[in-house]
Nanobody, 116 residues
Framework: VQLVESGGGLVQPGGSLRLSCAAS????????MSWYRQAPGKERELVAT????????DYADSVKGRFTISRDNDKNTVYLQMNSLKPEDTAVYYC??????????WGQGTQVTVSS
């Protein structure tokens, strides 16, 4: 099983980034997918979740209206579009899969830094 995040980097406040998480080794199309983040000295927190069909999404209050989670089941990829970024969004962002059959899988993380 592999979850490979990409798209992180340094961005100025107010800017945008799009994270991607490419999945392999399990049945992506029946898995719930989530993005988490962990800032230095803080616990890992849930940012957004999308169900297997993409028909329902949920967000942390801190990112509602700014972040959008989506998925492409043909490409086995989940995305996180992040707009209006704030310094407090700085964290390592992780992709998580909860497979219908199997277990829970995590990616290695990608760093997002919001700073002027």
């Amino acid at each position: 099983v592999q979850l490979v995040e990409s798209g992180g980097g340094l961005v100025q406040p107010g800017g945008s980034l799009r994270l991607s998480c490419a999945a392999s080794g399990f049945t992506f199309s029946t898995s719930y997918m989530s993005w988490y983040r962990q800032a230095p000295g803080k616990e890992r927190e849930l940012v957004a979740t999308i169900i297997s069909t993409g028909g329902y999404t949920d967000y942390a209050d801190s990112v509602k209206g700014r972040f959008t989670i989506s998925r492409d089941n043909d490409k086995n990829t989940v995305y996180l579009q992040m707009n209006s970024l704030k310094p407090e969004d700085t964290a390592v962002y992780y992709c998580k899969a909860r497979a219908l059959v199997g277990g829970v899988y995590w990616g290695q993380g990608t760093q997002v830094t919001v700073s002027s």
